[in-house]
Nanobody, 117 residues
Framework: VQLQASGGGLVQAGGSLRLSCARS?????????MAWYRQAPGKQRQLVAH???????NYADSVKGRFTISRDNANNTMYLQMNSLKPEDTAVYYC????WGRGIEYWGQGTLVTVSS
């Protein structure tokens, strides 16, 4: 299983970006949930948004109302629509997929988002 994240880049504050995470390969146990994390320089990786296979979502307080996570199960792709971006959103964004069963977890390589003030 491989996860390919894309869509990062440089954007001015107030702008928007859409991240994508394409999964290749099958997870034998099935997909339980997917998520986006981010890691800013010198900081720990933090959860940004999470979505279950059933479509339930939750978000970090810092992105609520600005970011939207979605998935296209048919195409094994997950998205993160990011609006009203702020300089503090600058980070490397990672996609994550969890399968059913203990320890079944995969990470993408990360895509850099830089928001200028």
């Amino acid at each position: 299983v491989q996860l390919q994240a894309s869509g990062g880049g440089l954007v001015q504050a107030g702008g928007s970006l859409r991240l994508s995470c394409a999964r290749s390969g099958s997870i034998f146990s099935g997909v339980k949930s997917m998520a986006w994390y981010r890691q800013a320089p010198g900081k720990q990786r933090q959860l940004v948004a999470h979505i279950t296979i059933g479509g339930s979502t939750n978000y970090a307080d810092s992105v609520k109302g600005r970011f939207t996570i979605s998935r296209d199960n048919a195409n094994n792709t997950m998205y993160l629509q990011m609006n009203s971006l702020k300089p503090e959103d600058t980070a490397v964004y990672y996609c994550n997929v969890n399968g059913w069963g203990r320890g079944i977890e995969y990470w993408g390589q990360g895509t850099l988002v830089t928001v200028s003030s």
